[in-house]
């Protein structure tokens, strides 16, 4: 995480989308209305159930419900760091007409609050042969197509249907959301100030969008409570790509040694104690 040199905070990217617009729920009475709409129960439900009630789903804290206006997504424990994602809108909001939509910015949102909040490191869904719609709006959210069984969905109108699997991988959700290097370059301007604040002149490379991306993950990471998470797939990437690794001094306060400073973190805000 050596400072880059000065960089102009947007580069061309737009704002990223804020990962406020979801929220975690543990009421299923918000989600399960939307579930067992009709518009959305021909799709979701299988053949020979009645009516929808996640409560027991979402009593299991490893689960997470994330909540916008108008629709729900549900993300279900399946392994260490993996979540099988059940997406539900009411009609009134599905666009699926292309990338700026409600559906797609809210899943977006969704997506980087799993990425970045949680331990979430592989992204896995089921899409019904039935589901058109879905199967049009996964690429455009990101989705890699794994694989497809025949004749194993049992659908409540139209029998047992095929089943497309696809995966959203954290490195591939990275290369996907060049925003985050606008938190890269937040960080790197900071860090900037902060050795001018001490009087250092900071060791400073070439700036580079790969290294903006990375950062920006890892300080989001950082932020959203996932501290030893963020050290290893940012040292994962910077022994790969020829960056110095970051080490975790301390978990409480959180201090950070990132090759060239020590670095305290509090909140959204840091500042460095030493200089190397």
């Not at 159930?49 to 206006?69: C, G, Q, S, Y």
């Not at 539900?88 to 990338?99: E, I």
């Not at 490379?205 to 790969?210: G, S, T």
Request: aromatic share 10%; hydrophobic share 45%; glycine share 6%.
């Amino acid at each position: 995480m050596v400072a880059a040199a000065a960089a102009e905070p947007a580069r061309g990217l737009v704002d990223a989308i804020p990962i406020s617009m979801v929220r975690r729920s543990f009421d299923a009475d918000e989600i399960n209305p939307i579930l067992n709409d009709p518009l959305v129960f021909r799709f979701a439900a299988v053949a020979g159930l009645a009516k929808f009630d996640v409560a027991p789903v979402i009593a299991d804290t490893r689960n997470v419900l994330l909540m916008v206006d108008r629709g729900g997504i549900l993300l279900c424990w399946q392994a260490l760091g993996v979540y099988e994602v059940h997406t539900n809108f009411l009609k009134a909001v599905r666009h699926y007409s292309g990338p700026g939509t409600y559906v797609l910015n809210a899943c977006r949102a969704a997506y980087r609050w799993m990425f970045t909040q949680s331990d979430c490191v592989t992204l896995l869904t089921r899409i019904p042969a039935h589901n058109r719609g879905a199967l049009i709006f996964s690429p455009l959210a990101g989705w890699t197509k794994e694989f497809q069984r025949n004749n194993v969905w049992p659908s409540i109108s139209d029998g047992l249907v095929d089943m497309t699997f696809c995966a959203l991988r954290y490195d591939d959700w990275l290369r996907k959301t060049p925003e985050l290097m606008l938190s890269g370059r937040a960080f790197h301007q900071r860090l900037k100030a902060e050795f001018a604040r001490l009087g250092h002149s900071e060791e400073a490379h070439a700036d580079e969008d790969c290294h903006d991306l990375h950062v920006g993950a890892c300080i989001e990471m950082i932020r959203g409570g996932q501290v030893d998470k963020a050290a290893i797939l940012y040292n994962r990437w910077a022994q790969f790509a020829g960056y110095g690794p970051i080490a975790i001094v301390s978990h409480d306060p959180l201090v950070l040694n990132i090759g060239n400073a020590l670095l305290q973190i509090e909140g959204d805000e840091f500042k460095v104690l030493k200089v190397a």
